[in-house]
């Protein structure tokens, strides 16, 4: 089964409104709607920059217990969460499918791991 849905921590996380941190979430998959809708948005038209934006927040489902995401608060991540997250889209959504679901031998905690960036031999 093709597993479209992944988990991740955030380097230093999300505060909201109430001074609740939250680190971990969750990010689907790209579709092409995806892509489409947001280079639709006259933000982008504006500011090419603001692609990454409207992409991570149509992909990501949920960042702690915040869901949906939407562009606001990935405005909102701290610049090195949001860079974390621009990074993981690209390895997920890779045409080659160097990213694969695993599990830590030790603790059981699952993981993505990207293959292309692993030393050979």
Known sequence: MLQTEFEF???YGLV???GTLHRTGVMRLSTAL???EAMRDPRVRVNDAYL???LL???LLSIG???PVDATTVERLFSADF???QELFVRLNDVGGNVVDTACPMCGHHFALD???QPVG
């Open 9 to 11: 921590t955030l380097p």
């Open 16 to 18: 909201d409104d109430q």
């Open 34 to 36: 995806d892509e489409i």
């Open 52 to 54: 990454s934006v409207l």
């Open 57 to 59: 927040s149509r992909v």
């Open 65 to 67: 217990d915040i869901a």
């Open 83 to 85: 860079v974390y997250l």
């Open 115 to 117: 293959l292309a960036a």
